[in-house]
């Protein structure tokens, strides 16, 4: 029993990992934003456009992976890059910071959105 929630705990953590590398800018698939691997990409309500940060840190990126950009990443047209608490480099898309959902399982699944009626996929 130890050994199975020992292994559980490791493939969370290495999928917390995976979802949290940094990332190329986001593309457009089937009128969504998605990651390079077509997995979609979501913007919250509660994050104030423009503000240069984003109000989702701690607890709520167990859940809603930031998008997070590679250290040599440019912002281009309407895609930006904030500087998160942590230090981390976001990506935002017209100045809203985007998110994955970890329930999203492969690309293509749209779960997130809706959530709690404040969170939406990201469009164009």
């Not at 989702?56 to 250290?71: F, M």
């Not at 935002?92 to 910071?97: A, I, V």
Request: charged fraction near 25%; proline fraction near 6%.
């Amino acid at each position: 029993m130890k050994r199975n929630r020992l292994l559980a705990l490791g493939l969370a953590s290495g999928l917390l990992v995976f979802s949290s590398m940094p990332a190329a800018q986001p593309v457009v698939r089937d009128g969504i934003l998605t990651d390079e691997v077509g997995m979609s990409l979501y913007v919250w309500d509660n994050d104030v456009a423009d503000s240069g940060k984003s109000v989702c840190n701690g607890v709520c990126t167990l859940t809603w992976h930031p998008y997070l950009a590679k250290d040599d990443a440019k912002p281009v047209g309407e895609y930006g890059i904030i500087v998160r608490e942590d230090g981390a480099r976001q990506w935002t898309f017209r100045g809203r910071p985007l998110y994955r959902w970890f329930d999203d399982k492969k690309p293509g699944d749209r779960a997130g959105d809706g959530f709690r009626g404040v969170r939406h996929l990201a469009r164009p």
